[in-house]
């Protein structure tokens, strides 16, 4: 079997997994290099779902990005012949103080999108699993929902494969080098590859290959743990959103119940609990599950209670909070691909179509220019 590629996929988690589908079905040679098993537990992808949503406080700019996301996430659904989407709306409040409701209103406004602002009364008059304080506001988007993120990587790379990729995991890349030619020889555990193009999708082990990148890129433990209601109807998707709570005590976020551990709760979104990819727990440190239990007691009473199960996973956290795709300025061949800082997943399939465009025609229309390593000094 030839070990020469069009394209080499280093990483097969979210983005890696999107990449690779998105370069099979354009026709290219690609291998896709898995360090661990497929939708594992040990990276940013797990844990059952995904918030997406098209408000968007982050920046307007990730709006259209979000928009086409949304397009191919229906695209995936139909491809695979299984929904990897639900559609519940999206809820994001506010205690006085912090200004992401009209941030995300801001958002709605500049790219036509449906909304309503509520406050607290009304929160809690049209979805009574929250309890929140009378001068809660919040801004409803009806768009929103979730992505199952563990069956949207199945999906994208049973795919990849149907449309012939070849897809090596529990192999890990150890290094690679630009060759003269302008290409890449990449070196695994298990062999050596080259290719035209590498594309690095190792989320947060992405400054081990990128070491320039070290002092922009932050691994942190970030928890969430999933309590059972005791009033299914009002906890159901539909009856709940999507939601994000923002208040002194951090950025709160969850689902309604999806699957027999009920709903799921994550954050604060602004913990710092440093961590390397490498240390093999996962855990949740206690005080963060008492900050989960804490949270679902004041917002949420009607599932308070011990977690049914809980779990850990890994923000990869620009200095910015924006994400990083570019070409390394020393070697155009290699793409780095690392959208999180905690709000990339939903936009995986418009990220592999991007990635799918810059390999093949060197440009791509969507916006990326925020998204430039340059900002970086170190890299830049
Ligand atoms: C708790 C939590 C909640 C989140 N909530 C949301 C949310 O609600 N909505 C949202 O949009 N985003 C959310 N995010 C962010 C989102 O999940 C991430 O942006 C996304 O998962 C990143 O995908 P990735 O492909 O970059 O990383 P990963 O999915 O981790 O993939 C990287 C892959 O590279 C592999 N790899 C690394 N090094 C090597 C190597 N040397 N050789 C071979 N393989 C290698 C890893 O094993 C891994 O499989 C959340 C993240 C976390 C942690």
Redesign the pocket.
């Known amino acids: 079997m030839s070990n020469i590629f069009d394209v080499i996929v280093?990483?097969?988690?979210?983005?890696?997994?999107a990449s690779l589908y998105t370069l099979a079905r354009r026709g290219q040679r690609v291998l896709g290099?898995?360090?661990?098993e497929?939708g594992?537990n040990?990276?940013?992808?797990?844990?059952e779902?995904?918030?997406?949503r098209m408000a968007y406080f982050e920046g307007s700019h990730y709006v259209p990005l979000v928009q086409r996301a949304y397009t191919l996430w229906d695209d995936l659904s139909a491809a695979a012949g299984q929904s990897v989407i639900v559609r519940t709306g999206s809820l994001e409040m506010a205690e006085p103080g912090h200004d992401f409701v009209e941030r995300s209103e801001g958002s709605c406004i500049d790219h036509g999108l449906a909304y309503e602002v509520l406050d607290g009364a009304a929160i809690m008059g049209r979805f009574p699993a929250f309890r929140v304080r009378p001068e809660t506001r919040a801004i409803f988007q009806p768009d929103g929902g979730?992505?199952l993120?563990e069956d949207a990587?199945g999906a994208h790379a049973r795919l990849a494969v149907s449309h012939g990729a070849r897809l090596h995991t529990g192999?890990?890349?150890?290094d690679f080098k630009t060759t003269s030619d302008g290409g890449v020889v990449v070196r695994?555990d298990r062999g050596r590859y080259s290719a035209a193009h590498l594309v690095l999708?190792?989320?947060?082990?992405?400054s081990?290959?990128v070491p320039g990148l070290v002092e922009s890129l932050a691994t942190y433990k970030?928890?969430?743990a999933w309590f059972r209601p005791q009033v299914p109807a009002i906890s159901a998707p539909g009856a709940m959103p999507?939601f994000i709570h923002f208040s002194d005590r951090g950025e709160f976020?969850g689902f309604p119940q999806h699957g027999a551990r009920g709903i799921k709760v994550?954050g604060p979104h602004f913990a710092r609990v440093a961590i390397d990819?490498d240390e093999p727990g996962r855990e949740p440190t206690a005080e963060q599950v008492a900050e989960l239990c804490g949270f679902v007691a004041r917002h949420i009473p009607s599932a308070a209670g011990t977690p049914s199960a809980v779990?850990?996973?890994?923000?990869?956290r620009t200095l910015d909070e924006h994400f990083v795709i570019d070409r390394l300025p020393d070697a155009p061949q290699v793409l780095v691909?690392?959208?999180?800082?905690?709000?990339?997943?939903?936009?995986?399939p418009a990220i592999g179509e991007i990635v799918g465009d810059l390999v093949m025609t060197g440009g791509t229309t969507a916006n990326i220019q925020p998204f430039a390593l340059a900002r970086f000094a170190a890299v830049g």
Not at 10 to 17: D, N, T
Not at 49 to 52: H, P, W
Not at 171 to 174: G, H, K, N
Request: aromatic fraction near 12%; include cysteine; hydrophobic fraction near 35%.
């Open positions: 280093a990483g097969v988690g979210g983005m890696g997994s290099l898995e360090q661990f497929l594992h040990r990276g940013s992808s797990h844990g779902t995904r918030v997406i979730y992505v993120s990587i192999e890990r890349m150890l695994t999708t190792t989320g947060p082990w992405m081990r290959f970030q928890a969430v999507v976020y994550g990819p779990s850990g996973c890994i923000y990869t691909v690392s959208p999180c800082s905690g709000h990339g997943y939903k936009f995986a």
